[in-house]
Structure formats: structure tokens, C-alpha cells
């Protein structure tokens, strides 16, 4: 199991820019393909971004392609999710997910407590 917490989130005007970060502890997190998901009131959990153990493939939702970017550093033991051109569409409680494999949204392994991305017009 992988242990993940993250930060970052917070309030953004539409059109700002936001960085997310997801850490993680526990069992060797680089043998983890890792990504983002996101939930807005009412609505069901949805992809976001996968990354690949090594980072060398990446992952996105249409929705965000273009303005997210993942990334990851496994000598911190730490994921990021740039987001810019952010929309009120954007908000949301956002997770870290780590899953086996690296595809468009993976089944998950392990999941964080989320962090609150709200985004004002």
C-alpha cells in the first residue's frame, strides 16, 4: 500500500493557474503508476491525469488537455498537477490516485483525502 496526501488546492479566479501536489509514503511509490481524479457536487468521480512509474507517459481527460499538466518527481516521492486556464467547470475535490497500470482512468489502488480546487467566474 501507498500513502498519499495532498495539497494545493484552493480558491482561483477563472483563467488562474493552480498547483497541485500529491505525496506519498509507504511502500515503494515509484513501482506505482500515479494520477488525478476529480469530484464535483452531484456528480461522479471522474478522471483527470494518469502518470506512468517513471514519467515517461502521460494521460488526460479532454476535458483538461492542453491546460493540465502531470508530472512527478520520485526523489521527493512526489506527483504534481499543473493547472492552468482554469475553469468554474474546474471545481472541484481533487485526488490522488495510485494505480498498477498507466492508462486512461485506471482502476486505483490507493486514494487520498482530497483537496478542495474551487475556481470563481
Known amino acids: 500500500q501507498v500513502q498519499l496526501v495532498e495539497s494545493g488546492g484552493g480558491l482561483v479566479q477563472a483563467g488562474g493557474s493552480l498547483r497541485l501536489s500529491c505525496l506519498a509514503s509507504?511502500?515503494?511509490?515509484?513501482?506505482?503508476?500515479t494520477g488525478w481524479f476529480r469530484q464535483a457536487p452531484g456528480k461522479e468521480r471522474e478522471f483527470v491525469a494518469t502518470i506512468g512509474w517513471r514519467g515517461g507517459s502521460t494521460y488526460y481527460a479532454d476535458s483538461v488537455k492542453g491546460r493540465f499538466t502531470i508530472s512527478r518527481d520520485n526523489a521527493k516521492n512526489t506527483v504534481y498537477l499543473q493547472m492552468n486556464s482554469l475553469k468554474p467547470e474546474d471545481t472541484a475535490v481533487y485526488y490522488c490516485a495510485a494505480s498498477r497500470i498507466a492508462t486512461v482512468n485506471p482502476p486505483v489502488h490507493s486514494w487520498g483525502q482530497g483537496t478542495q480546487v474551487t475556481v470563481s467566474s
Open positions: 509507504g511502500r515503494t511509490f515509484s513501482d506505482y503508476a
